[in-house]
């Protein structure tokens, strides 16, 4: 049995492990099919320290195969499957990617990448309901996932080793940028270290019990706050696309004990009519998390009243995993902040000239693990080093303080990111991509305002002398860059500027550009 599912497969095997839109596993079959997996891949040459990309929905085949990874040594990239064919090429070629893992919602845009010269290390593809006629059936690498499975053998598998994810984070460069941490694989470590770290989610969600997953796997959060409560026995629900009404009907009928939510979707469970809103029990939910971006304070309050006091807030990242933890009755009395630190975080303030603050002064925020965890950026030494301010102090290039009563506050935004419906966009690729086009002279990419998404990506476009500037041209230069970037990248407005002031090195100046836009705002992110 695989060390991870054994014993909950022995003691509970005929219960429900995983739920999605068309099927559900029992622990047993997980277990089974885990074993399976770990053997079949084995067999195709994939060794302890590959990477294999995952480019598929909210489904059981995910978890599946990242428990497989979980004991057969590899690491496994969450792939973003709104990610265009030349972002999923460089993705396979930086990774180093071994195996490619694609549903049939994404085939197209997975095959064009496995054409690419980008491409040519992959060695297997393993489809995923792939229908026929597909042009990756063609490819000699080739096969189908239940093939696969079927393939493996049911034998536990030897010399276990613990494998885990590289979350790839978008570049300030515009090329994301893999995080690798202790769990990413290819250290000499073996499973059960998974079950460490699991067990210290116990302090944030119910174990065992029920989650329901309703944002991207993909996201480190979703990843963290469904996997980590799985691997000690929480089953999970799995929505692919968000539906609030779903979400929901989902909770109820599951009896889901734990949920994580984006702002995004907080306003969208809001936004529900009432007769939907009053048929909600949510009798079995003990904590409904959120955290990825600031949360608007009207619609924090409104589901605070709607749910209770069992909403709670964590701010966080993929390289520094949850950093500091605020429940409701607190944010009630310090809205605005983003919690206490945790007891394994020490939290460092320091100003522009590299100066520790001390007492409640503002600056750069770094952070300490004292568990002694850190991570690295992949392939990227100096993006590493940019990011510590020494060994195991590193910093998400937000600007804040803590008060007088040990609360963190986030006040600005050192780095050049958008945080829209709690993903993280840099400006840098969109405006490399604006710029290539022929009626531009010149551009910036900045986050503004808005309800729904907390920011959304607004571009400036300084045009070339001779150019009018049209809602037409507004169009065409949105779709020129939904053609080359995932959509979620596309500027949703664009305004025209007559100049795009620069520093005397040729660095866009954004806080200018930004202020009229944030203007009245107690917040500058």
């Excluded at 277990?31 to 995952?54: C, E, H, P």
């Excluded at 990610?83 to 919602?105: H, I, N, P, T």
């Excluded at 994301?176 to 470590?189: C, E, I, T």
């Excluded at 006091?309 to 964590?314: A, D, H, L």
């Amino acid at each position: 049995m695989a060390i991870l599912t054994a014993e909950h497969a022995r003691d509970r095997g005929s219960s429900v492990a995983l739920i999605d839109d068309r099927r559900s596993v029992t622990w047993a079959e997980l277990d089974q099919r885990v074993n399976r997996l770990v053997n079949a891949l084995r067999s195709r040459g994939l060794k302890t320290g590959d990477t294999i990309a995952v480019v598929v929905g909210n489904q059981c085949e995910w978890i599946e195969m990242a428990q497989a990874c979980a004991h057969g040594g590899w690491t496994y990239v969450p792939v973003n499957w709104h990610w265009v064919a030349d972002e999923l090429a460089y993705v396979f070629a930086d990774a180093g990617a071994k195996a490619v893992v694609v549903e049939d919602r994404f085939d197209d845009a997975v095959g064009a990448a496995l054409a690419d010269p980008r491409g040519a290390g992959v060695e297997v593809v393993v489809g995923v309901r792939t229908p026929t006629g597909s042009s990756l059936r063609d490819d000699s690498r080739f096969v189908g996932f239940e093939d696969l499975v079927s393939s493996g053998s049911t034998e536990e598998p030897d010399d276990q080793m613990l494998g885990g994810p590289m979350f790839y984070t978008s570049g300030t460069t515009g090329r994301p940028k893999g995080v690798r941490g202790m769990l990413s694989g290819g250290l000499a470590m073996t499973p059960d270290i998974m079950k460490l770290v699991a067990a210290g989610f116990s302090n944030f969600v119910p174990i065992p019990g029920r989650t329901l997953l309703c944002g991207p796997f993909y996201h480190s959060a979703q990843w963290a706050f469904s996997y980590l409560p799985m691997i000690n026995g929480s089953s999970v629900v799995m929505q692919h696309k968000y539906d609030s009404a779903g979400v929901l009907d989902l909770i109820d009928r599951h009896q889901c004990t734990n949920v994580h939510l984006v702002p995004t979707q907080m306003k969208r469970l809001l936004d529900l009519p009432d007769d939907v809103r009053r048929g909600f029990s949510g009798s079995s939910l003990v904590v409904a998390w959120h955290g990825a971006a600031p949360c608007p304070p009207a619609v924090k309050r409104g589901i605070i009243e709607w749910w209770g006091p069992n909403v709670t807030e964590y701010y966080g990242s993929t390289e520094g995993s949850i950093i500091s933890v605020i429940p409701a009755d607190e944010w009630l009395r310090k809205g605005g902040s983003v919690g206490k630190p945790l007891d394994s975080v020490e939290v460092i303030v320091v100003d522009d000239e590299g100066n520790r603050v001390a007492g409640s002064g503002e600056g750069t925020l770094y952070f300490r693990n004292k568990m002694g965890t850190d991570f690295t950026y992949h392939n990227d030494e100096e993006k590493t080093r940019s990011a510590h301010l020494e060994p195991g102090v590193f910093t998400t290039g937000d600007v804040g303080y803590i008060d007088d009563e040990g609360y963190l506050w986030l006040s600005d935004r050192k780095i050049d990111m958008i945080i829209s419906g709690g993903v993280n966009i840099y400006p840098a690729k969109i405006e490399g991509v604006l710029a290539a086009h022929p009626s531009v002279e010149d551009v910036a990419v900045i986050g503004v305002p808005d309800d729904e998404f907390g920011e959304s990506v607004k571009a400036l476009v300084q045009v070339v002398e001779g150019v009018a500037q049209s809602d037409a041209l507004v169009a065409e230069l949105i779709a020129h860059c939904r053609g080359l970037l995932a959509g979620y990248k596309a500027p949703r407005s664009i305004d025209f500027v007559a100049h795009i002031p620069r520093t005397g090195t040729g660095k866009i100046q954004k806080q200018p550009l930004r202020a009229p836009y944030w203007a009245g705002r107690e917040r500058r992110i």
